[in-house]
T-cell receptor, first 114, second 113 residues
């Protein structure tokens, strides 16, 4: 079955630590996205990538970093510079150029800073 | 900068009722308008996508309409069921190559049996 997976489902971080969230897709999609969701709010775009080895900042990129070395993978690192990282993180992928333009979302990772 | 608003933030209805969820956006130069469903602690599932040239889309008991000139979209749910209980988010897609989505904060729907 094709899909998009995120791991871990729950992640706990001590202040000052960097953590990396995994996102993998086997849909052969070119574009991948990272969103942050806070309680009672919509999704906000952190980073996106339309092609391997290229990525762009979204609206709230400060304190985050990404890489796109493989088409299937788009890991997100939450650095110690992110002052309020506790949130629900969602990864999505989309087939670039698709007329339907429907993104597929992973199940999410809930990050809690202790 | 696009802003998307959803009203109400929460809605509770008895089973079997027809209901309408509202979404408004500030910039009418959108590529598409999408509706998603999110169950608690889960990712998003796409429900309906309306291209900017379209006025509505239907899937089963769901019907979404789009009025670009007024900056509004509605999601109509017919004969609601307890299984429809979830948060419904709308998102406006821009015309750029990345097709970035700007999300509303969602309407949390509870259908009472």
């Amino acid at each position: 079955d094709g899909g998009i997976t995120q791991s871990p489902k729950y992640l706990f971080r001590k202040e000052g630590q960097n953590v990396t969230l995994s996102c993998e897709q086997n849909l052969n999609h070119d574009a991948m996205y990272w969103y942050r969701q806070d309680p009672g709010q919509g999704l906000r775009l952190i980073y996106y990538s339309q092609i391997v080895n290229d990525f762009q900042k979204g609206d709230i990129a400060e304190g985050y970093s990404v890489s796109r070395e493989k088409k299937e993978s788009f890991p997100l690192t939450v650095t110690s510079a992110q002052k309020n990282p506790t949130a629900f993180y969602l990864c999505a992928s989309r087939r670039s150029g698709s007329g339907t333009d429907t993104p597929y979302f992973g199940p999410g990772t809930r990050l809690t800073v202790l | 900068k696009q802003e998307v608003t959803q009203i109400p933030a929460a809605l509770s209805v008895p089973e079997g009722e027809n209901l309408v969820l509202n979404c408004s956006f500030t910039d009418s130069a959108i590529y598409n308008l999408q509706w998603f469903r999110q169950d608690p602690g889960k990712g998003l599932t796409s429900l309906l996508l309306i291209q900017s040239s379209q006025r509505e889309q239907t899937s089963g008991r769901l019907n979404a309409s789009l009025d670009k000139s007024s900056g509004r979209s509605t999601l109509y749910i017919a004969a609601s069921q307890p299984g429809d209980s979830a948060t419904y988010l709308c998102a406006a897609g821009d015309s750029g190559s990345a097709r970035q989505l700007t999300f509303g904060s969602g309407t949390q729907l509870t259908v009472l049996p």
